[in-house]
């Protein structure tokens, strides 16, 4: 009788991951063609049978990464479906400890952070920028946000060392020049916003931006020059 037992256990473990395996399947299927809705249904499925299961659950989270995305290029309402994606990527991360898809996780709290701002201005996120920054050593998005938001806070100073971290690491990165520029011309230092946003200007010559800015400045040191002031 314990040997009917067991084969009739073996039987039902059998057909219980074979279902989990084709629901993945239905499920990658159709996160590839993106059609995401389905995806969803289709991981979740799997996760109703076996929470742990890791294609699973790391499906499910780039299915609501990439819904949030496309809300993102329609400009619309993004943060309930960045903070689905963090905490399916949470528990991806209790699963997997490997880190293999660290990347996404530190963009997803990026967005998140982003998100969470435009809805309150006032939410302090930059718990998530460091838990973004600690995935990722070379997220210079959530850096830069991270920096934006020190200087709002009055710590000017903290914020340029990450200006200047970032470029030193990535010299291309516009939005850094831009902002640490920023963070001069706002205390009337043209000289220095100048000389920061003219070497963005040279290393990206075709930013409208940090043309713009540059000439700006420009102008701003001959009126100085010529009125005497400096």
Aim: hydrophobic share 40%; proline share 2%.
């Amino acid at each position: 009788m314990k040997s009917v037992w067991n084969a009739l256990f073996l039987c039902m473990a059998f057909c219980l991951c074979a279902c989990v395996d084709e629901d993945v399947s239905r499920g990658n299927v159709a996160l590839r063609i993106g059609d995401y809705d389905r995806a969803i249904s289709n991981y979740s499925k799997a996760l109703d049978q076996d929470p742990g299961h890791r294609d699973a659950r790391y499906g499910l989270a780039l299915a609501y990464y990439a819904v949030a995305e496309n809300h993102e290029k329609l400009k619309s309402p993004t943060l309930e479906f960045w903070e689905r994606a963090v905490q399916e990527f949470e528990i991806l991360a209790r699963v997997d400890e490997s880190g293999s898809f660290n990347g996404n996780y530190s963009n997803s709290l990026f967005y998140l952070a982003r998100a969470t701002l435009s809805k309150n201005g006032r939410t302090d996120v930059v718990p998530l920028l460091d838990r973004s920054i600690q995935l990722d050593s070379l997220n210079f998005f959530s850096m830069n946000l991270k920096a934006l938001l020190l200087d709002h806070r009055g710590q000017t100073e903290d914020a340029r060392k990450i200006f200047v971290y970032i470029l030193a690491k990535e010299p291309k990165f516009s939005s850094a020049y831009v902002n640490l520029g920023n963070t001069y011309w706002n205390e009337g230092d043209v000289e220095s916003a100048w000389d920061i946003w003219s070497m963005g200007h040279e290393a990206l010559p075709e930013d409208r931006v940090l043309a713009h800015w540059t000439q700006v400045a420009e102008d701003s040191l001959k009126v100085l020059v010529q009125s005497g002031k400096l």
